[in-house]
């Protein structure tokens, strides 16, 4: 069964400064999709960013971006210039494409944002 | 931007009561999920709907949760005889396909039960 695994319960980062919070996965598949979603305080979940396994690139949304490494099964998200807003916990999450209709979840890392 | 919304944002019921939580997907999308944050865990998958039935559900969807898509907008998640253990965040999600489509979620309803 595949797990996803976020080894971060809390981190903080100044204001305007560059964070990276990491998640590992396990899987025996070769195709799949990974996820970061975001949970601020209202309690939404909110999609940050998506990867498909099969593309090498890594994705990219604005001040947010991925390492995704396909052989060592991680997928960090970093977050540039770090603002207020940011401040939620984040979700990193693996979907298969080839069977289950679930999403995975870790459990997740809250992060703070120091002004 | 087309959003999923659910109501009531909060519920506080009596254990043993039936709850309906309700939801309203994307309207062009065909695939409908619940899930469910217990406070302090990870978000757990309970139940895939399309086309009128169940597609696909998790060891915590038992008898005592129902959905069902009374009309063309909204999804409802019923549950019949609530316990304590049911308190929880619920959030439906929605997809325009079931493969390679992202899942879009609602804001939840804070489920209480006393």
């Known amino acids: 069964a595949q797990t996803v695994t976020q080894s971060q319960p809390e981190m903080s980062v100044q204001e305007a400064e560059t964070v990276t919070l990491s998640c590992t996965y396990d899987t025996s598949e070769s195709d799949y999709y990974l996820f970061w979603y975001k949970q601020p305080p209202s309690r939404q979940m909110i999609l940050v960013i998506r990867q498909e396994a099969y593309k090498q690139q890594n994705a990219t949304e604005n001040r947010f971006s991925v390492n995704f490494q396909k052989a060592a099964k991680s997928f960090s998200l970093k977050i540039s210039d770090s603002q207020l807003g940011d401040a939620a916990m984040y979700f990193c999450?693996?979907?298969?494409?080839?069977?289950?209709?679930?999403?995975?979840f870790g459990k997740g890392t809250r992060l703070h944002i120091l002004p | 931007e087309p959003e999923v919304t659910q109501t009531p944002s909060h519920q506080v019921t009596q254990m043993g009561q039936e709850v309906i939580l309700r939801c309203v997907p994307i309207s062009n999308h065909l695939y409908f999920y619940w899930y469910r944050q217990i406070l302090g865990q990870k978000v757990e998958f309970l139940v895939s709907f399309y086309n009128n039935e169940i597609s696909e559900k998790s060891e915590i969807f038992d008898d005592q949760f129902s959905v069902e898509r009374p009309d063309g907008s909204n999804f409802t998640l019923k549950i019949r005889s609530t316990k304590l253990e049911d308190s929880a965040m619920y959030f439906c999600a929605s997809s325009e396909a079931r493969q390679q489509e992202t899942q879009y979620f609602g804001p939840g309803t804070r489920l209480l039960v006393l």
């Open positions: 999450a693996y979907r298969s494409p080839n069977r289950d209709d679930k999403i995975i």
